[in-house]
C-alpha cells in the first residue's frame, strides 16, 4: 500500500470517528399535549388539546394515534400567536372533544410530529374514567342554553374564546347515555317507535343506510343516516366501519339516536348514527355500504353486516354566481366591526369579519375583498369554527384583519359583500357588511404628541451606529434542514471510496487476468516442446541443431518475444529480468551453444551428440517452466 | 501516459463533478412569501411600532422564510426595544445564515458591547477554535460542501496518482494531495463542531 493511500484511509477513519462522535441534537420538544381534566365520567367530553410550536420551523400536523377507549366526536384549529417584548412566538392549536367508551384508567398516548425533519412526541396522559349517572354534567363557566347557538358574533380575537363557547353549547347539546358504548345494548321504554324498513323480515341483525335527500345541490349539506336493527344484544361492543364518503367533505355528528320497531314478529332495538356531506363535485356519487362488525360468542363466531350502497344525483350550482360567491351554500350572514373609530398614518386598526352561518362554512373561501383606497392591509388571521345543531352543520368563519391607513383624513373601510347559495331558495344571495369610516390623523402632529415608549427611548441614542433594516431580498431563503441533515449527503462521502476501492478491484481483477494468460501460454509451450522432443526421438535425430530450436521455441512461446535472433548477452538479460536463477540462464546458454556449434562442426565439437542434447533439453524444459 | 488512461481519469471527473453539484442541488431552493410583508414590517418599526413588525417578521419566518435580513431586521428592533441579549442572539442567527454580512457583524458587535459580552470570547479546544474561525466565514451548508468537494478531490487525486507507473508519479500530485487531505481534515473538523454546536 502506497503512501498516498494511506493517507486516504487514515482521512477516512478520522472523519467517520468524528462523525460517530456527533451527538443527538437536544432541543426543547415543539409540540406539547394537555387536557382539561384527569378525572372524568362516562357522561362527560374530555377536551384534549395539542399545541404545535410553529416557530420551531417545518413542523408538520400533529400525528393522533389509535385512542383506545375513546372517541372523538369533534376537532378544531386554531392558530395563536404570542409576542412578548418582541420575542413572537406561534402555536397551531389542535383541539379533539373526546368521548370516554367505558370506565377505568385510559391513557391517551403520545402524539408525535415531524419537527425539521425529526419525529417529537407529547407524554402520555392518564385519565381516570368513572360511571356517569347518565346525565350530562353541569358546566362550571357560564351556561348556553341547550338548543341555541352560542353567540358566534362574540368574537373577541381569542380562537380559544369562541372554542370555548362552541364546547358549552356541544357539552349542553350531549344526551345522556352517550358514554356507556358507542351502541347501547338495549333502548329504553321511551325511545319513539319507528316503522320497519321492507329489508327487515326477522333477522338477529339488520343495517340501512340512508339520506335525507338524493338530489341536492353541490356544496348542500346532505344528512347521511345509518340505522343498526338489532333484536338480540351482542356479546361484546359493535364496531362501526364508516364508509370512505369519497366526492363528499364528511362531518361525524355526535348525537346517537334511539328508536324501537317491531318486525318479523320480533321486537328491535334501532340505533341511529348521522354524518353530515357535503358534495364536493356534481354529478352521480354512490356512498359506498356502511358495514358493523357483530361480535361472536361462545357458539357462532363474529360476523359482518353491511347496508345497501346509496346513489345520489348532485345538481350543479346555476351559472349566474355574483362575483362575491365563493362557494358557501347554506345560509350564511356576514358583519364588521372596527377596533377604533379614530387613527393616525403609519399606526393600525383592527377589522373584525365573521361569516356565520349553516351550511359549507368549513369548505368555504375566503370572501372578495374590495379595494379600500388609502389602506393596507398589514396582516391578516384566519379563525374556523364548526359545530352541529340539530342535524345541521353550523359554524363561523373569522377573518382579523390588520389595516393601516396611508394617508389622514376620513377613511372608509368599504362594505364587503358576500354571496352564498340557498338551496331552499334555489338562488344566490348576497349579504352586506356596513362600512366604516375612520378619522385619520397626520402622524407627524400625533407621534410628537406622544411620548415615546422608555424603551425606545433609552434605545434611540444607539439608533445612529445600529446599521439600518434590510429589505427583503431578491429570493427568500428557506427554512430547512441544513444539509447535514439529509442522507444523500453523507452517501455522497461513499462515492471517492468506492471509486478509488473499485479502481483496485479492478487492477486486482487485471492483473489476474493476465496472469492466467501467461500460465496458458506456458502450458501450451511445454507440450509443444515435449511433442517436438518426442518426434525427434523417434526419427533417429542426427541434426544437433534441433534440440536449440526445440529450446528457441519454448522460449519463444513462453516469453512472448522471439529469442532466435537475440545475441548471447541480450538473451541472458531477457532471461536474468524474466526472473530466471543464474545458473538456469548459464545452462540455457550452454545447450544453445553446443546445438549450433554441433549443427555447424559436428566433428569439431566433439561434445555429446544429438541425442545428449536432447536429453538435456528435455531436462530443461521443466526447470524453466517452475521459474519462469 | 495512455489516452485510455486520460479518458477514464477525464470520465472519474466528471462522475465526481456531477455528484457534487447534485449535493449542490440539495442546498438551493427558495420560497414563496410576499416581500412586501417585509416592506410594511420595515415601515412599521420605522414609524416605531415594534411589536406589530416584530409579529409581521415571525409570521414570515412562519412562513418557512428563514433568510439572515429577517432576524438581522428582528435584532434590530430587539436593540430598539433594549434588549441587547436577545439581539444578540437574533443576529448571531443572522450572521449563522449569512457569515460575510458587514451591517450583521457590525450590530452583533454593538449588541454584544451592550449586553457586556466580549467581543473576542476565547474558543477553548481545538474543535472549537477551527469552528469559531468558520464562522465568521463560511454558512454550515458551505461548509459542508467545501469539505464534501475537497473529500471529493482528494479521491480524484488518488485515482489519478496511482493511474501512474511508481517510478513515474509527478510530486505535484503528491503535494496536491497532500493539500486535499489537510483542507478535508480542517473542514471536516470545523463541520463537526459546527455541528455540535
Given at each position: 500500500m502506497n503512501k498516498t493511500m494511506r493517507i486516504f484511509i487514515i482521512s477516512a477513519m478520522l472523519l467517520l470517528g468524528a462523525l460517530a462522535a456527533l451527538p443527538a441534537g437536544a432541543q426543547e420538544s415543539a409540540i406539547t399535549a394537555t387536557i382539561n381534566r384527569n378525572q372524568i365520567t362516562t357522561d362527560d367530553l374530555l377536551l384534549l388539546t395539542v399545541s404545535v410550536d410553529s416557530s420551531s420551523g417545518s413542523v408538520s400536523q400533529p400525528d393522533l394515534p389509535q385512542l383506545d377507549g375513546f372517541r372523538i366526536i369533534g376537532t378544531s384549529t386554531s392558530t395563536q400567536m404570542t409576542t412578548i417584548n418582541g420575542d413572537t412566538s406561534v402555536a397551531t392549536v389542535y383541539q379533539y372533544r373526546l368521548q370516554p367508551l367505558h370506565t377505568g384508567d385510559l391513557v391517551i398516548p403520545a402524539i408525535t410530529a415531524t419537527v425539521n425533519g425529526q419525529q417529537e412526541s407529547t407524554q402520555p396522559l392518564p385519565v381516570t374514567v368513572y360511571q356517569g349517572t347518565g346525565q350530562a354534567q353541569p358546566q362550571q363557566a357560564a351556561p348556553v342554553a341547550p338548543g341555541s347557538l352560542p353567540n358566534l358574533f362574540n368574537f373577541n380575537g381569542d380562537p380559544m374564546d369562541l372554542l370555548n363557547q362552541l364546547d358549552q353549547w356541544m357539552q349542553s347539546q350531549t344526551p345522556g347515555g352517550l358514554g356507556a358504548t358507542s351502541i347501547p345494548l338495549m333502548p329504553g321504554s321511551d325511545a319513539t317507535e319507528i316503522d320497519p324498513p321492507a329489508g327487515l323480515t326477522g333477522q338477529d341483525f339488520y343495517l340501512e343506510a340512508a339520506v335525507d335527500k338524493t338530489n341536492p345541490y353541490q356544496g348542500e349539506q346532505v344528512l347521511y343516516s345509518l340505522r343498526l336493527y338489532r333484536a338480540v344484544s351482542p356479546m361484546g361492543q359493535i364496531t362501526y366501519n364508516a364508509p370512505a364518503f369519497s366526492g363528499f367533505w364528511s362531518k361525524e355528528l355526535p348525537d346517537q339516536h334511539h328508536y324501537r320497531t317491531e318486525a318479523g314478529g320480533r321486537p328491535?332495538?334501532?340505533?341511529?348514527?348521522?354524518?353530515?356531506?357535503?358534495?364536493?363535485?356534481?354529478?352521480?356519487?354512490?356512498?359506498?355500504?356502511?358495514?358493523?362488525?357483530?361480535?361472536?360468542?361462545?357458539?357462532?363466531?363474529?360476523?359482518?353486516?353491511?347496508?345497501?350502497?346509496?346513489?345520489?344525483?348532485?345538481?350543479?350550482?346555476?351559472?349566474?354566481?355574483?362575483?362575491?360567491?365563493?362557494?358557501?351554500?347554506?345560509?350564511?350572514?356576514?358583519?364588521?366591526?372596527?377596533?377604533?373609530?379614530?387613527?393616525?398614518?403609519?399606526?393600525?386598526?383592527?377589522?373584525?369579519?365573521?361569516?356565520?352561518?349553516?351550511?359549507?362554512?368549513?369548505?368555504?373561501?375566503?370572501?372578495?375583498?374590495?379595494?379600500?383606497?388609502?389602506?393596507?392591509?398589514?396582516?391578516?388571521?384566519?379563525?374556523?369554527?364548526?359545530?352541529?345543531?340539530?342535524?345541521?352543520?353550523?359554524?363561523?368563519?373569522?377573518?382579523?384583519?390588520?389595516?393601516?391607513?396611508?394617508?389622514?383624513?376620513?377613511?372608509?373601510?368599504?362594505?364587503?359583500?358576500?354571496?352564498?347559495?340557498?338551496?331552499?331558495?334555489?338562488?344566490?344571495?348576497?349579504?352586506?357588511?356596513?362600512?366604516?369610516?375612520?378619522?385619520?390623523?397626520?402622524?407627524?402632529?400625533?407621534?410628537?404628541?406622544?411620548?415615546?415608549?422608555?424603551?425606545?427611548?433609552?434605545?434611540?441614542?444607539?439608533?445612529?451606529?445600529?446599521?439600518?433594516?434590510?429589505?427583503?431580498?431578491?429570493?427568500?431563503?428557506?427554512?430547512?434542514?441544513?444539509?447535514?441533515?439529509?442522507?444523500?449527503?453523507?452517501?455522497?462521502?461513499?462515492?471517492?471510496?468506492?471509486?478509488?476501492?473499485?479502481?483496485?478491484?479492478?487492477?486486482?481483477?487485471?492483473?489476474?487476468?493476465?496472469?492466467?494468460?501467461?500460465?496458458?501460454?506456458?502450458?501450451?509451450?511445454?507440450?509443444?516442446?515435449?511433442?517436438?522432443?518426442?518426434?525427434?526421438?523417434?526419427?533417429?535425430?542426427?541434426?544437433?541443431?534441433?534440440?536449440?530450436?526445440?529450446?528457441?521455441?519454448?522460449?519463444?512461446?513462453?516469453?512472448?518475444?522471439?529469442?532466435?535472433?537475440?545475441?548471447?548477452?541480450?538473451?541472458?538479460?531477457?532471461?536474468?529480468?524474466?526472473?530466471?536463477?543464474?545458473?538456469?540462464?548459464?545452462?540455457?546458454?550452454?545447450?544453445?551453444?553446443?546445438?549450433?556449434l554441433q549443427g555447424y562442426a559436428p566433428q569439431s565439437s566433439g561434445g555429446s551428440g544429438a541425442a545428449d542434447l536432447l536429453g538435456q533439453v528435455e531436462t530443461l524444459i521443466p526447470a524453466l517452466a517452475a521459474e519462469l | 501516459m495512455k489516452k485510455r488512461s486520460i479518458l477514464s481519469l477525464a470520465c472519474v471527473a466528471g462522475a465526481l463533478f456531477i455528484g457534487l453539484m447534485a449535493a449542490s442541488q440539495v442546498m438551493s431552493s427558495n420560497v414563496q412569501a410576499d416581500r412586501r410583508a417585509m416592506s410594511a414590517a420595515n415601515e412599521l418599526a420605522a414609524a416605531g411600532h415594534l411589536d406589530q413588525a416584530s409579529v409581521i417578521y415571525g409570521q414570515l419566518l412562519d412562513q418557512g422564510v428563514e433568510d439572515a435580513s429577517v432576524y438581522y431586521n428582528l435584532g434590530n428592533i430587539a436593540m430598539q426595544q433594549g434588549n441587547p441579549d436577545r439581539a444578540l442572539a437574533l443576529y448571531e442567527q443572522a450572521a449563522e445564515l449569512s457569515p460575510r454580512d458587514r451591517d450583521i457583524r457590525h450590530n452583533m458587535a454593538l449588541a454584544r458591547e451592550q449586553a457586556g459580552e466580549l467581543s473576542g470570547t476565547s474558543a477553548r479546544g481545538v474543535l472549537a477554535t477551527i469552528a469559531q474561525a468558520s464562522r465568521s466565514l463560511l454558512t454550515v451548508n458551505e461548509l459542508a460542501m467545501l469539505a464534501l468537494g475537497s473529500w471529493f478531490l482528494l479521491g480524484f487525486l488518488v485515482l489519478a496518482y496511482r493511474h501512474f507507473q511508481p517510478d513515474k508519479r509527478p510530486a505535484a500530485l503528491r503535494l496536491a494531495g497532500m493539500f486535499a487531505t489537510v483542507l478535508v481534515l480542517v473542514s471536516s473538523l470545523a463541520l463537526v463542531s459546527r455541528i455540535q454546536a
Open positions: 328491535y332495538s334501532v340505533t341511529e348514527l348521522q354524518t353530515a356531506l357535503f358534495p364536493t363535485v356534481a354529478g352521480e356519487l354512490t356512498i359506498e355500504p356502511g358495514r358493523m362488525m357483530i361480535p361472536g360468542d361462545f357458539f357462532s363466531a363474529g360476523s359482518e353486516i353491511a347496508s345497501q350502497p346509496v346513489t345520489l344525483d348532485v345538481k350543479p350550482l346555476p351559472a349566474n354566481a355574483p362575483a362575491s360567491f365563493t362557494g358557501a351554500v347554506g345560509t350564511f350572514d356576514i358583519t364588521s366591526e372596527v377596533d377604533s373609530a379614530e387613527s393616525k398614518v403609519g399606526d393600525t386598526v383592527t377589522q373584525k369579519v365573521t361569516v356565520v352561518g349553516q351550511g359549507n362554512v368549513e369548505t368555504v373561501d375566503d370572501p372578495v375583498w374590495p379595494d379600500a383606497a388609502g389602506w393596507r392591509v398589514v396582516d391578516s388571521q384566519t379563525n374556523t369554527q364548526s359545530d352541529v345543531r340539530d342535524g345541521q352543520v353550523v359554524g363561523a368563519r373569522s377573518y382579523q384583519r390588520v389595516l393601516m391607513p396611508t394617508a389622514a383624513g376620513d377613511l372608509t373601510l368599504p362594505a364587503i359583500e358576500f354571496s352564498y347559495f340557498d338551496p331552499s331558495a334555489g338562488d344566490y344571495q348576497t349579504v352586506t357588511t356596513e362600512s366604516a369610516v375612520v378619522a385619520v390623523s397626520a402622524d407627524a402632529a400625533a407621534a410628537a404628541a406622544q411620548p415615546a415608549p422608555l424603551a425606545a427611548a433609552a434605545a434611540a441614542s444607539l439608533q445612529p451606529e445600529l446599521r439600518p433594516l434590510k429589505e427583503a431580498p431578491a429570493s427568500w431563503a428557506v427554512a430547512e434542514d441544513p444539509v447535514t441533515q439529509q442522507p444523500m449527503y453523507w452517501l455522497l462521502w461513499g462515492v471517492p471510496v468506492a471509486l478509488v476501492v473499485g479502481q483496485r478491484g479492478w487492477q486486482a481483477y487485471r492483473n489476474g487476468h493476465v496472469s492466467s494468460d501467461a500460465e496458458k501460454r506456458k502450458r501450451q509451450a511445454g507440450k509443444q516442446a515435449e511433442k517436438a522432443l518426442h518426434s525427434a526421438r523417434q526419427s533417429s535425430l542426427q541434426d544437433a541443431r534441433v534440440p536449440g530450436r526445440i529450446l528457441h521455441d519454448y522460449l519463444t512461446a513462453c516469453l512472448d518475444t522471439p529469442t532466435a535472433g537475440l545475441t548471447e548477452a541480450q538473451l541472458t538479460s531477457l532471461l536474468l529480468a524474466r526472473g530466471l536463477s543464474p545458473m538456469l540462464v548459464v545452462s540455457v546458454q550452454e545447450v544453445l551453444m553446443a546445438s549450433e | -
